[in-house]
Every structure is written in structure tokens, then in C-alpha cells.
């Protein structure tokens, strides 16, 4: 009866172990976006914002910048833009920069929009940065909810995901929730510019809070920061629209109802049309 | 005879534990631009529920006729255009809620516009999105619809007549 009891309480504890392990307190792991990265041959390297946003955005902006620039691995600067109501609308990308730019963009659902460009499949050539002032400049909207987006967004430019994809609150600007009640960057996010962007941590685990992440940083062979990053003529900017841009078919379904063409401009700037075609 | 009965159900817990974790390993980092190394696939496998899924919606217009079929007041309204999509959609005000509706030219066209938006909604390729609130994505054969909100009575709707959200909140 002894002996049963003992293998019931061993069976009990290696359950509780196993429970204790499936169920871990709330971690925030790695929120690199993909690989995505500025390519640079050493750190820190230099992002210039070009800001095209109306003076009322202009210290969300400048509290922005400063906030990104404390990180070690960039030197994050402003630097000035058109921000007539054509150029804020457009808000085009800037080869080797990241562009910020307010306007009333519609009641399309979003508060903020960053997009970047890639070349050669992880690096990040140029970032646009939108807030939708149609939302953000109602009195719906406070201060701190429009601090939260530019962050947020221009944090998305160097190739930050959400730091938490749970609606979990860390007091990021990261954070991916309705709340928009944390104006700044916090520890875990600096941390993961280390993990993305610093060769010395490269296999290292940072920790952070409830934030964690393991070096993956290496420099490149060349900067995408730079205005003089090798993008030849048409590829920031390219017509794909049309086939006879489309480059190479290098794949095509059994049935030849999808294909793959590309469309090389030499130097890893690569643009891939995905197309299936319509019966 | 007790701890037996014990001892099992501690083994069935356990197992139910390591479901779990198995189910809980979804990673949700969108996938860079590459060329796949897989054969293409025409038809990205479904994760909607036949059981739920009504089969009559295909597009904008069977997408219409089922919201009125369900008893909804449907109105047209403006139509939008996403940065992150590349056809322009068509937004649909059902008992005075928005939804965002883009129609493809093909079912693959749709999947291959589907395929970019991340599970949890927050990105669509390479555009990163802060949603005005919790964004809910649905597809049927020919559509994307988009709804913004956590009205129980729209999910409802749209589980009822497309199936399940295949990404967002």
C-alpha cells in the first residue's frame, strides 16, 4: 500500500513538472520582424527620418526619434522634409531612409501604417512611416495614443515585430493592443535592437523583464543605409503591373495555372512576381 | 483499485498537457520574401469547418445576398483602398457596422493575398499595421473580409456564413 502511494505521488510530482513547464509565467520571446535588418558594415549606423509631418506632429516625431536613438546600435536622426499635403499623402519611400508622414489617409481601420523594402530577402533599403490623422486627430484620441503609433510604427522601420502578440501589456510602445497607452520603447526592445543588429551578442540571451532574446546580429557587406546603396535605376519604383516586367518565368505549377518570374537588376535587388493566373 | 483509477487519470492530464504545448507552438513571424522551395500549390489547403462554412458565399455579391438571406440590413457603401492589397475593396455596412470587402479575380489570386497576412493580423507582408481595433480577417473562395471590432453579434455572423477568422485577434 506504502509503495503505491509513493508511485502516485512520484506520478503526481512528474505531472505537476510537466503542467509547470507547458505553462510558463508570461514571456516575451524574440519580436525580430522575420530577418528583416538594416544592412550595415559596422554599428552604429546612421537612419535618417525624413520628416514630412504637420508641425502638431512635430515633437510626437522628435520624442520618437530620441526615444530609437538611445539604442546603441543606431544613431537615429531627423532630418527635413516636404510636408505639403501631396508629399504627406504619398509619403514615398526614400532609398537608404526611413520617411514619416501624417495626413488624413481615410477611415480605412488603421492608426498607423510602416512599411518597409527589401533587398536580397532580409534587408530593409528604405521605410515609410504613416499615421492616419482621419482617426488620430479626433478628440477620440489622446496625446499618448498618438506618441504610442509614431513609436510603434517607426519602431516597425528597423525591423521590430510586436513585442507581444497577446494583447499582454509590457509598457511598449511595441505592444500590440487596443490600450495605446505606452508612449515609449522600453528595455526588451532595446535589447532586441542588440539581438538583431550587435555581432557580440550573436548567441547571447538577453533578458529584459518580461522580455527575452537571443543574438542573431552580424554586420554586411554593404549599408542599405546609405542614399548610395547600389539600387539600380526602376527598383525602388518598379511597374510590375504589366507582364512584360515580370523578368524570368524560374517556376510554374503541373497545371501552368501559377508561376514565378524574376526579374534580376543585378546585386541581390531581386523582384519576385508571384502570379495565378484567372480561368 | 482507487490509485489505478488515480494513476490513469493523472496519464490522461498529462497527455492532455502535451496537446497543449504541441497546440500552443504556432509561430506567427510573418516569412520573408523568398521563393518558395516547395512545388507551387493552386489551392492553399482550407482551414475553415465545412460544418460551419456556408457554401453559397464565393464572392462580393453571394457575400451580400447571405448577409440579407440571414435577416442583416445591408447597405453599400464607399469603396477603400489598402496600401497592403492590390485590388480595391468595397466596404459593406451590415446593422451599422463596417466590413471591409475585397473581391479577387481568382480564388489562388485571393489565397495569394490571404497567405500574406499574419496570423494575429498585425502585418500584411511587408507592411506593418496598427489597427484602430481588433482586426478580424475571413476568406471565401473569392474574398477577403475585414472587420474591425469584437461586436459578438457581426463574429457570429460572419463564422456562421464564412467560417472561422483565418487571421487577427
Avoid at chain 2, 9 to 31: E, K, M
Avoid at chain 2, 120 to 142: L, N
Wanted: aromatic residues 10%.
Amino acid at each position: 500500500m506504502r509503495n503505491k502511494t509513493s508511485t502516485f505521488r512520484l506520478m503526481f510530482m512528474l505531472v505537476l513538472i510537466l503542467a509547470l513547464t507547458a505553462f510558463p509565467t508570461s514571456v516575451s520571446a524574440n519580436h525580430a520582424w522575420g530577418s528583416y535588418h538594416w544592412a550595415r558594415t559596422s554599428n552604429p549606423f546612421t537612419i535618417k527620418v525624413i520628416d514630412s509631418v504637420t508641425s502638431n506632429w512635430d515633437d510626437n516625431l522628435n520624442t520618437a526619434i530620441s526615444d530609437w536613438n538611445a539604442s546603441t546600435v543606431m544613431n537615429v536622426v531627423k532630418e527635413a522634409g516636404d510636408d505639403s499635403q501631396n508629399v504627406r499623402k504619398r509619403c514615398r519611400a526614400v532609398s537608404g531612409k526611413a520617411h514619416a508622414c501624417n495626413a488624413n489617409y481615410g477611415f480605412n481601420g488603421w492608426l498607423g501604417l510602416a512599411t518597409i523594402w527589401i533587398t536580397g530577402g532580409v534587408h530593409i533599403t528604405q521605410a515609410t512611416t504613416k499615421v492616419n490623422d482621419s482617426y488620430l486627430a479626433s478628440s477620440s484620441y489622446t496625446e499618448t495614443n498618438r506618441q504610442h503609433v509614431i513609436c510603434q510604427e517607426i519602431g516597425h522601420d528597423w525591423g521590430l515585430d510586436h513585442q507581444d502578440e497577446s494583447g499582454a501589456d509590457f509598457n511598449t510602445c511595441m505592444d500590440y493592443s487596443n490600450a495605446l497607452d505606452n508612449p515609449h520603447p522600453n528595455a526588451g526592445d532595446y535589447d532586441q535592437l542588440l539581438c538583431i543588429y550587435d555581432p557580440s551578442k550573436f548567441g547571447v540571451t538577453l533578458t529584459h523583464g518580461n522580455h527575452s532574446c537571443t543574438g542573431t546580429g552580424h554586420l554586411d557587406s554593404f549599408n542599405s543605409w546609405t542614399s548610395s546603396v547600389p539600387m539600380p535605376a526602376g527598383f525602388a519604383n518598379a511597374d510590375v503591373h504589366a507582364q512584360e516586367n515580370w523578368g524570368t518565368k524560374v517556376r510554374e505549377s503541373a497545371n501552368g495555372r501559377s508561376a514565378i518570374f524574376v526579374r534580376d537588376f543585378g546585386n541581390g535587388n531581386l523582384i519576385y512576381t508571384f502570379v495565378f493566373w484567372a480561368k | 483499485m482507487k490509485i489505478h483509477i488515480r494513476l490513469a487519470l493523472l496519464i490522461i492530464f498529462a497527455f492532455i498537457v502535451i496537446g497543449c504545448v504541441g497546440n500552443s507552438a504556432s509561430n506567427s513571424t510573418p516569412t520573408p520574401l523568398t521563393v518558395p522551395t516547395e512545388p507551387l500549390a493552386t489551392e492553399a489547403p482550407s482551414t475553415e469547418s465545412p460544418a460551419t462554412k456556408s457554401p453559397a458565399v464565393e464572392d462580393k455579391e453571394s457575400f451580400v445576398s447571405a448577409l440579407e438571406a440571414s435577416g442583416a440590413t445591408v447597405e453599400t457603401a464607399d469603396t477603400i483602398t489598402q496600401d497592403f492589397f492590390s485590388v480595391e475593396g468595397q466596404i459593406i455596412r451590415v446593422n451599422g457596422v463596417d466590413l471591409q470587402v475585397f473581391e479577387y479575380e481568382s480564388p489562388e489570386a485571393m489565397e495569394n493575398e490571404a497567405s500574406q497576412v499574419a496570423p494575429d493580423g498585425g502585418s500584411i507582408g511587408t507592411s506593418m499595421v496598427t489597427w484602430m481595433d481588433a482586426p478580424h480577417f475571413y476568406k471565401a473562395r473569392r474574398i477577403i473580409v475585414l472587420y474591425l471590432g469584437d461586436d459578438e453579434t457581426i463574429l457570429d455572423l460572419l463564422n456562421k456564413l464564412i467560417g472561422p477568422q483565418f487571421a487577427g485577434r
